[in-house]
């Protein structure tokens, strides 16, 4: 089982990009769906996270900014970002947590600079 994440690339400050994450149907909804970011040198951290219920929360740095959604049809995981700073610049990770297990995605790679 693999989560394939897409979207990330170079935005200037301010810009906006949308992350993607598709996931097999069978775990797609099945526990808490988030988003994680690694900037360089530092620890992995929650950005969004969509419970099962459909409740989403967000971290502080990106309350506002951020939303997270998910398409239960297409079985993906969006993050839509705007107003972005450079301070979000990182490795984003997507991942699945249900009552077994949590997958994690291959990161892709944000860079917000000017």
Same mark, same amino acid.
């Given at each position: 089982?693999?989560?394939? @994440? ?21 775990? /797609? ?18 950005? @969004? ?16 900014? /951020? ?31 249900? @009552? /077994? ?14």
């Amino acid at each position: 089982v693999q989560l394939q @994440a897409s979207g990330g690339g170079s935005v200037q400050p301010g810009g906006s990009l949308r992350l993607s994450c598709a996931a097999p149907g069978s775990i /797609f909804g099945s526990g808490v769906m988030g988003w994680y970011r690694q900037p360089p040198g530092k620890p992995r951290v929650l950005v @969004a996270l969509i419970t099962s219920d459909g409740i989403p929360d967000y971290g502080d740095p990106v309350k506002g900014r /951020f939303t997270i959604s998910e398409d239960n049809v297409r079985n993906t995981l969006y993050l839509q970002m705007n107003s972005l700073k450079p301070e979000d610049t990182a490795v984003y990770y997507c991942s699945i947590r249900n @009552a /077994f297990r949590t997958w994690w995605g291959r990161g892709t790679l944000v860079t917000v600079s000017s």
